[in-house]
């Protein structure tokens, strides 16, 4: 089993900047891949950012330049570096941790809401 404790989040102005964390914990191996989604009201859950164990990332077309992912492995956490954060940023942001070698699993955070006002 694995929990993620996500924190970070709250309310900024647009043009400003939060840092999001997110620690995996429990007796585990470590998960391949650790990243971020969002979800908006009456839209679909959406990549944010992703990184692999080896460093390698992947973001969504939206925040590519202004977001920032970064993880240590020895701790088994991940942070998000948001700047630049937009009134369209405005979402609930799920820490994910996920394992695609044996033994597999796909874990969720319970989420943290990220507001930016205009």
């Known amino acids: 089993q694995v929990q993620l404790l996500e924190s970070g989040g709250g309310l900024v102005q647009a043009g400003g900047s939060l840092r999001l964390s997110c620690a995996a914990s429990?007796?585990?191996?470590?998960?391949?891949?650790m990243g971020w989604y969002r979800q908006s009201p009456g839209k679909q859950r959406e990549l944010v950012a992703s990184?692999?164990?080896?460093?390698?990332?992947n973001y969504g077309d939206s925040v590519k330049g202004r977001f920032t992912i970064s993880r240590d492995n020895a701790k088994n956490t991940v942070y998000l570096q948001m700047n630049s954060l937009k009134p369209d940023d405005t979402a609930v942001y799920y820490c994910?941790?996920?394992?695609?070698?044996?033994?597999?699993?796909?874990?969720w955070g319970q989420g943290t809401q990220v507001t930016v006002s205009s």
């Open positions: 994910n941790a996920r394992r695609t070698t044996r033994p597999e699993y796909d874990y």
């Open positions: 429990g007796s585990f191996f470590r998960p391949n891949v």
């Open positions: 990184i692999s164990t080896e460093g390698s990332t």
